[in-house]
C-alpha cells in the first residue's frame, strides 16, 4: 500500500498528507477548491520548516516528502491509483455520503475507504458503497504531525484484514492505533465533548468565568489547554455538529449542545478560523486574550 488520496485540503486534511508524504507515501492531496490547496502546501511546508527547526528532518527529508506530495481539484484523477483513501471533508453526513458513493465508482476494487470523522457513524458511510468490508474509520487527531493517537473504528462490516492493514499502516506513521466500535462520538469525542460542553454550561449559568474555567481544568486536571480554548482551536462549529450526532444518536438529553454554543455558532464566533470564539485570537499566536463578550461575565 504505497499510493494514498487525502479528500479535502483544510487542517486535517494538509496534516494527514504531511505525515504520509513523511513517511514514504506517494500522496495526492485533492480538494474542489484550488485556493484551499494553495494555502494546505503553504503550511505543510511552515510545519516542515519548524521540524526542521527543531532538529526532528532534515532540509533532505522535508525535499523528499514535498516530491512524494501532489495536488489536485479533479477527483477521478485524484483516485484513480489509490490504495488507499482517507476522507477529511467538511463533518456533515450528507456530504460524506454523497462523496463515499462517487469514491466508490471511482477507485480501484481493492481500495479501502476510510473516513477521518470524529463522530459519524462508519457503518451508515459504508452502507452507501458496495464495500462495506474495506470502510473503515481513521481518525486522527489534532494537530496531525504531533499527536500520535489514531482512533481505528470498525463498522458493521468492516472486515478483520482492513482493520489489521489500517493498524499496520497507522504503525508506519509512527502513530499508536488503537480499535474501537461504531457507536456515536466513538471513544475520543464521546467523552471530550459532554466536557467541552459541561465546560461551556458552567459559563452559561454563571458558575464561573472563562479563564477560571480553563485554569481549574489546566492545574486541576493537568490538561494542557482549558476545554473552552479546546474547543476554539477545535471549532466550535465542529463540536457543535458533533454534539447534535450524539444527542441525535443516543437520544439521550445529557448530549444536548448549550444554548450559548449554540448560539455562538449562529454569530459566527467559531474559535481561532474567526478569530474570536471564546477568547479572541491576534496575528500573533501567543496573544490570546479572553473575549470582549466574556470578560465581565
Do not use: W
Not at 480554548?229 to 450526532?245: M, P
Amino acid at each position: 500500500m504505497n499510493n494514498i488520496t487525502v479528500i479535502g485540503a483544510r487542517t486535517m486534511g494538509n496534516g494527514i498528507a504531511h505525515v504520509f508524504a513523511q513517511y514514504g507515501f506517494n500522496v495526492v492531496l485533492f480538494d474542489i477548491s484550488a485556493p484551499a490547496l494553495d494555502k494546505a502546501l503553504v503550511t505543510i511546508h511552515k510545519n516542515f520548516d519548524r521540524m526542521i527547526e527543531k532538529e526532528k528532518i532534515t532540509e533532505a527529508d522535508k525535499s523528499n516528502a514535498i516530491s512524494r506530495l501532489s495536488t489536485s481539484t479533479t477527483l477521478s484523477e485524484a483516485v484513480k491509483k489509490a490504495d488507499l483513501v482517507v476522507e477529511a471533508a467538511t463533518e456533515n453526513l450528507d456530504i460524506k455520503l454523497n462523496l463515499f458513493k462517487e469514491l466508490d465508482q471511482l477507485t480501484l476494487p481493492t481500495c479501502i475507504l476510510a473516513t477521518n470523522t470524529s463522530s459519524i457513524s462508519i457503518t451508515k458511510i459504508a452502507g452507501v458503497t458496495n464495500r462495506p468490508d474495506k470502510v473503515i474509520g481513521m481518525h486522527f487527531m489534532n494537530p496531525v504531525p504531533v499527536m500520535k493517537l489514531v482512533e481505528v473504528i470498525r463498522g458493521y462490516s468492516t472486515s478483520d484484514h482492513v482493520c489489521h492493514q489500517i493498524f499496520s499502516l497507522a504503525q508506519r506513521l509512527y502513530k499508536v492505533p488503537v480499535e474501537v466500535n461504531d457507536y456515536p462520538g466513538f471513544i475520543a469525542n464521546r467523552i471530550l465533548m459532554p466536557m467541552i460542553n459541561e465546560a461551556i454550561y458552567s459559563l452559561y449559568e454563571g458558575v464561573a468565568n472563562v479563564e477560571e474555567i480553563d485554569t481549574i481544568m489546566k492545574l486541576g486536571m493537568a490538561h494542557p489547554m482549558g476545554p473552552l480554548q479546546l474547543a476554539d482551536f477545535i471549532g466550535l462549529d465542529v463540536c457543535l455538529a458533533i454534539l447534535k450526532v450524539i444527542h441525535d444518536g443516543f437520544g439521550n438529553p445529557k448530549y444536548a449542545p448549550c444554548p450559548l454554543l449554540i448560539n455562538m455558532v449562529n454569530s459566527k464566533k467559531l474559535g481561532v478560523k474567526t478569530k474570536e470564539g471564546f477568547y479572541q485570537y491576534m496575528d500573533d499566536p501567543k496573544m490570546v486574550i479572553v473575549s470582549p463578550k466574556f470578560k465581565n461575565s
